[in-house]
């Protein structure tokens, strides 16, 4: 229930944070036994199973996950780096269709490390974003104080080359270049910038 007194933009933070992540959820489900019969801890409860075929047939994902798909659950067990433990689906065993699952952090009677069970889509794009991020910078570190330099026996030719790197470094994909402003400590020296012909 949303509080009328919050902006709608307050009401959309206060219902992000009261989202359930996928591991917490998870292991309140696991710690109820209310759905026993599809998914359990195993002996040492530091993984446990899950019967694919009571999955498929039950209303268990549909009202805890969003989904009814067996394959989009795993799909999210994978994503926080889940291992599958046991397979049993090539057996000819009457257990042929149970899967166990475990991570180091998810473990019965322990929900305060249910924080390190992160997931690794969100972090491997984190981590992608801050590592070209961080390349962007440092090319231009290095290449700012010769694009920018005042000294009038610059090459013109090389320094229109450099500036023009900079700025499809700066904005890619066509972006306005026209709205450049000096930075601190570098600012444009358009003295040395004439026309050679």
Known sequence: MSDPTLSPKGQALASRKSKTLFPEKLYCILESEEHMDCIWWNDKGTGFCVDRSRINHSTFLANHFKTDKKES?????????????????????????????????????????????????????????????KAKSQLLVQTAPTIFSSSPDMNYAGSVFELWFAILTIYPHGSDPTSIRPGPGYPIANSHLHDPY
């Not at 009457?94 to 972090?123: D, E, M, W």
């Open 73 to 133: 659950f795993e799909r999210q067990l994978r994503g926080y780096d889940f291992k599958l433990l046991i397979d049993n689906r090539k057996s000819k065993d009457r257990g042929k269709l149970v899967a166990g699952y475990s991570h180091p952090c998810f473990i019965r009677g322990s929900p305060h490390l249910l924080s390190q069970v992160k997931n690794l889509g969100n972090y491997r794009k984190t981590k992608m974003r801050q590592e070209a991020k």
